[in-house]
């Protein structure tokens, strides 16, 4: 029996712009067998009917996967009022219908800015949420209806940019929010606010923490450069993985104090932030990952990379 391919230990972040069709799972895998790589995680769900920003952490980097998944996001969302669906989307059942001739793009605008700031969010049915382990949507999908609390979001901006008015009048909004946001809540606690059903037509992801649609790539054009180049040829769209991280506090530290966070022990570090999560740089060196300020104000290991890069 042939012994299976461990993969390329190959280390980054891509930026995949994912297309509509494919669950973000489904599209992780399809990016680690173009890279022939040994692991790799994503960093957010997307809905395959969503598409845009899905950064795809590669080796080493899947140490880092929790900040991304923990930065804010922004979106791209297309509002249909005067129809509600079973999933809040446009795919499911259409569950009531009413005429928003009447509605105007002042009245959209105002019902928006109430939805900016901390404000409490109750997790769709057809979501990837877990209850007493089962995700929410294998439930619905058996006509079970289970009792979701409400979870604090923050919408940092909600902007209305198009407005086109009819029976089935539609909203093109751009969202900056927290972890955990549903848009499709969003565009549905937004149709309600205006005495309408609704349900979320079209999304798409414009950024993760620091990434963004500019710095993204299609699967189109991994699979053109890995078919004429080969996969070693793909390492060119991978992103330094210290960029994920941009946001801490940085402390360099020589190659001696480098050694012994390797092994798991804390050092001290002149000028260190006094608290915290900072990432951690050997001085003239690579990246080496991110560590966390003791009370006595050592620098101690928490997400190193075995091979520096």
Same mark, same amino acid.
């Given at each position: 029996?042939?012994?299976?391919?461990?993969?390329?230990?190959?280390?980054?972040?891509?930026?995949?712009?994912?297309?509509?069709?494919?669950?973000?799972?489904?599209?992780?895998?399809?990016?680690?067998?173009?890279?022939?790589?040994?692991?790799?995680?994503?960093?957010?769900?997307?809905?395959?009917?969503?598409?845009?920003?899905?950064?795809?952490?590669?080796?080493?980097?899947?140490?880092?996967?929790?900040?991304?998944?923990?930065?804010?996001?922004?979106?791209?969302?297309? =509002? %249909?009022?005067?129809?509600?669906? /079973?999933?809040?989307?446009? *795919? $499911? !059942? #259409?569950?009531?219908?009413?005429?928003?001739?009447?509605?105007?793009?002042?009245?959209?605008?105002?019902?928006?800015?109430?939805?900016?700031?901390?404000?409490?969010?109750?997790?769709?049915?057809?979501?990837?949420?877990?209850?007493?382990?089962?995700?929410?949507?294998?439930?619905?999908?058996?006509?079970?209806?289970?009792?979701?609390?409400?979870?604090?979001?923050?919408?940092?901006?909600?902007?209305?940019?198009?407005?086109?008015?009819?029976?089935?009048?539609?909203?093109?909004?751009?969202?900056?929010?927290?972890?955990?946001?549903?848009?499709?809540?969003?565009?549905?606690?937004?149709?309600?606010?205006?005495?309408?059903?609704?349900?979320?037509?079209?999304?798409?992801?414009?950024?993760?923490?620091?990434?963004?649609?500019?710095?993204? =790539? %299609?699967?189109?054009?991994?699979? /053109?450069?890995?078919?004429? *180049? $080969? !996969? #070693?040829?793909?390492?060119?769209?991978?992103?330094?993985?210290?960029?994920?991280?941009?946001?801490?506090?940085?402390?360099?530290?020589?190659?001696?104090?480098?050694?012994?966070?390797?092994?798991?022990?804390?050092?001290?570090?002149?000028?260190?932030?006094?608290?915290?999560?900072?990432?951690?740089?050997?001085?003239?060196?690579?990246?080496?990952?991110?560590?966390?300020?003791?009370?006595?104000?050592?620098?101690?290991?928490?997400?190193?990379?075995?091979?520096?890069?």
């Amino acid at each position: 029996m042939a012994r299976r391919r461990k993969g390329r230990p190959v280390t980054g972040i891509l930026v995949l712009d994912k297309p509509v069709g494919p669950s973000s799972n489904q599209a992780l895998q399809r990016v680690r067998h173009l890279f022939g790589a040994a692991k790799g995680g994503h960093t957010g769900n997307l809905d395959p009917l969503a598409s845009g920003v899905l950064p795809i952490c590669l080796g080493e980097a899947t140490k880092l996967s929790q900040f991304l998944l923990d930065s804010d996001k922004a979106y791209e969302a297309q =509002v %249909t009022f005067g129809v509600s669906t /079973a999933t809040g989307d446009s *795919e $499911g !059942e #259409v569950l009531a219908q009413k005429n928003a001739a009447h509605l105007l793009q002042e009245n959209v605008s105002a019902a928006l800015a109430q939805f900016v700031g901390d404000i409490q969010q109750t997790p769709p049915m057809y979501s990837a949420l877990k209850v007493h382990g089962q995700p929410l949507y294998k439930l619905a999908r058996q006509g079970k209806e289970v009792e979701r609390k409400p979870r604090p979001v923050t919408i940092r901006s909600a902007t209305l940019n198009h407005f086109s008015s009819g029976e089935a009048a539609t909203a093109h909004i751009d969202v900056v929010c927290s972890k955990g946001t549903y848009i499709r809540t969003l565009s549905e606690d937004l149709a309600t606010s205006l005495e309408l059903p609704g349900h979320m037509s079209a999304l798409r992801r414009t950024a993760t923490g620091p990434f963004d649609l500019g710095q993204a =790539v %299609t699967l189109d054009t991994l699979i /053109a450069v890995a078919e004429t *180049e $080969g !996969e #070693v040829a793909l390492d060119q769209f991978l992103i330094d993985p210290e960029l994920a991280v941009d946001h801490l506090a940085r402390v360099e530290v020589s190659h001696s104090a480098a050694f012994y966070l390797k092994q798991g022990q804390a050092v001290l570090v002149r000028n260190a932030p006094l608290s915290g999560i900072v990432r951690i740089a050997e001085a003239n060196g690579p990246f080496l990952g991110v560590g966390v300020i003791l009370d006595d104000g050592r620098v101690a290991p928490k997400r190193l990379f075995v091979d520096s890069h």
